[in-house]
């Protein structure tokens, strides 16, 4: 009997030691799989998520190597987009392997069983394919699979220099694995998505010109969807076509025009994305097999305002996530191209506005010649101000005036013609320069908004005596080529801006110029021209003036002012720069 009674209480115990051994290891995954989704969770991005998996596995199964791939369904193959163990040919043979139409196989075969394949002794195990492993050097092989709401992403391959006899706690940590890197990846595909759509959405919100948001769009979207190329569409109403409109290479001539009333295309009548998982079927495709997707950007009424044709080469791998993305970029795209045409007819109306300032019919002013150069600054600076003007007046003298409109675009246009037309009437009542300034200022005072000003030269010059009478407001000062001294003066009058504050005086200033001199007055555009952090400054204008003045006519010295300073640097504002000299008689 006592005997007996040993034996069950020893089987007891080790019933009981068993268990505890159980709940131990299960303690023990359980914290291992805890930990390494506390760690996923830290992160955000693919990359930084993807090298983390790497280096936890590793570390988590005791392997020797470790290594992550992509599964690229359209082209039935493998991306290796993290490893660690690896390097020099063992690396390079890895990325080949991965690359091979029947490449990684232990890895396609735990993607298509959807569950961890372990191979303990890759020499003796004949049940899986595993040529890949003995050429990796790996005695032992664990092949992960990472999927996630139905959606592959890949795998993770674990290698070991050593045979291994896998337990089920080994099995059971795998599956564990799988599922958190799955879920992570996941996680970081949906985070990535936001951030591109939230950059693109950056960038293509700051784009002015059609052409600008056409070009982001496109890059946009390849970047996005990791795509082979993409094309923008813009709807031809009148034949209910949409037509290619941007893109990086031309489109498929097949595919420069979409026929909206073909079945095919009902989807993007409709606001819905369409896919086509067999687009060599449709069409003649140079690169062979061959998905796209086509997301219609929306436009008013439901009338969709032209699409987004993305172009994949082999067959179509897209999750719902990434349809979605694509959707939310062509509504950002519709947003940015109502912006851009909006700002581009504004912008033809103000350059025509502008373009009626700047076209004044030159008086003749004896042996006096004058010049004028105009030129928009570059980029996407919307029209400005700037404006200049030479008018008789009532005693045979001339008015010259050279000015700047604060702000860009149509408002400031029409502004700079109510305050040239203004200054028209008040000089043809009286030319005196601290007369028409003062009664100018209190006409733009009381018709410019609060934030608006105005600055101006104006000078009245009489042709039969060379003499000028000058007055300013708050605009760079002219200068004055001496001919005889080959030297540089500025004309300084005080004044302060037009359209501030109410009742300024303005004071003139008289001077007169000889035959070979030069009077050059501009807007700020010119000197504040910029390389880095240096500006072109009045000093560099007054010794491009003294070097070409005595050898060029009016005319080119107006233009190689300008272009003095644009070969100096970047000139980010509108600039006219305007000349009048008297000529040299010969002796």
């Given at each position: ?42 992160v ?13 596995v ?33 690396l ?22 959807r ?27 664990a ?10 992403f ?17 099995e ?38 059609l ?73 003649d ?17 439901g ?13 179509l ?5 990434d ?27 103000a ?59 149509a ?32 006409a733009?005072?009381?018709n ?19 003499h ?13 080529y ?13 004044g ?72 100096f ?5 509108d ?6 000299g ?6």
């Amino acid at each position: 009997m006592v005997t007996h009674a040993t034996e069950v209480e020893r089987a007891r115990i080790g019933e009981l030691e068993r268990i505890v051994e159980s709940l131990r290891e299960d303690s023990e995954l359980g914290n291992a799989l805890l930990g390494l989704s506390g760690a996923l969770a830290e992160v955000r991005s693919l990359e930084q998520t993807i090298d983390l998996a790497v280096r936890m596995v590793r570390e988590l199964m005791g392997a020797d190597r470790c290594f992550s791939a992509a599964w690229i369904a359209g082209r039935q193959c493998f991306e290796v987009t993290g490893h660690l163990g690896f390097e020099g040919d063992a690396l390079d043979q890895l990325l080949e392997l991965a690359e091979r139409d029947d490449g990684l196989p232990l890895l396609r075969t735990a993607l298509a069983q959807r569950s961890p394949l372990l191979i303990g002794d890759t020499s003796s195990d004949a049940s899986a394919p595993l040529n890949d492993a003995r050429l990796m050097g790996a005695r032992a092989y664990a092949a992960l699979p990472l999927i996630r709401w139905g959606e592959e992403f890949g795998g993770i391959g674990v290698l070991f220099d050593s045979p291994r006899e896998f337990t089920p706690k080994d099995e059971a940590l795998a599956r564990g694995i799988s599922r958190q890197v799955g879920a992570a990846l996941a996680n970081a595909r949906q985070f990535n998505l936001l951030q591109t759509l939230r950059l693109f959405g950056e960038r293509v919100g700051s784009k002015l010109t059609l052409q600008e948001v056409v070009h982001e769009i496109v890059s946009g979207a390849r970047e996005l969807l990791s795509a082979e190329d993409a094309w923008v569409y813009f709807l031809d109403a009148t034949s209910g076509s949409l037509v290619a409109a941007g893109y990086s290479e031309p489109p498929i001539p097949a595919l420069s025009r979409i026929d909206l009333t073909s079945e095919l295309w009902n989807g993007l009548v409709q606001g819905r994305a369409v896919p086509i998982t067999n687009l060599e079927e449709l069409i003649d495709t140079p690169t062979g097999s061959a998905s796209a997707v086509v997301a219609p950007i929306p436009g008013s009424e439901g009338t969709p305002l032209g699409g987004v044709f993305v172009l994949f080469q082999g067959g179509l791998s897209l999750g719902a996530d990434d349809m979605e993305a694509l959707s939310v970029l062509a509504a950002q795209s519709a947003l940015a191209i109502e912006n851009a045409q909006r700002f581009e007819r504004q912008r033809r109306v103000a350059r025509s506005l502008q373009d009626g300032l700047l076209t004044t019919e030159m008086p003749n002013l004896g042996e006096c010649t004058v010049g004028a150069v105009y030129e928009a600054a570059g980029g996407e600076a919307d029209v400005g101000g700037d404006f200049f003007d030479v008018f008789e007046l009532p005693d045979h003298r001339y008015a010259i005036v050279v000015g700047d409109v604060s702000g860009k675009g149509a408002e400031a246009a029409a502004q700079t013609a109510m305050a040239k037309y203004m200054l028209r009437a008040f000089a043809t009542r009286n030319p005196s320069p601290s007369s028409a300034l003062f009664h100018l200022n209190n006409a733009l005072y009381k018709n410019f908004p609060d934030d608006k000003f105005m600055t101006i030269n104006y000078a009245v010059f009489d042709p039969a005596t060379n003499h000028f009478t000058m007055g300013s407001g708050g605009h760079p000062a002219p200068l004055v080529y001496r001919y005889a001294q080959r030297s540089v003066e500025a004309i300084e009058v005080s004044g302060g801006v037009l359209g501030a504050f109410e009742d300024q005086s303005f004071e003139q200033e008289s001077f007169d110029i000889a035959e070979g001199d030069v009077f050059v007055a501009y807007t700020d555009g010119l000197v504040e021209a910029r390389s880095g952090p240096k500006l072109y400054g009045r000093w560099r204008v007054e010794k491009s003036l003294a070097h070409h003045a005595s050898t060029m006519s009016v005319e080119d010295l107006a233009r190689r002012l300008y272009d003095d300073a644009r070969e100096f640097g970047e000139v980010t504002d509108d600039t006219i720069v305007f000349t009048l000299g008297c000529r040299v008689t010969p002796k």
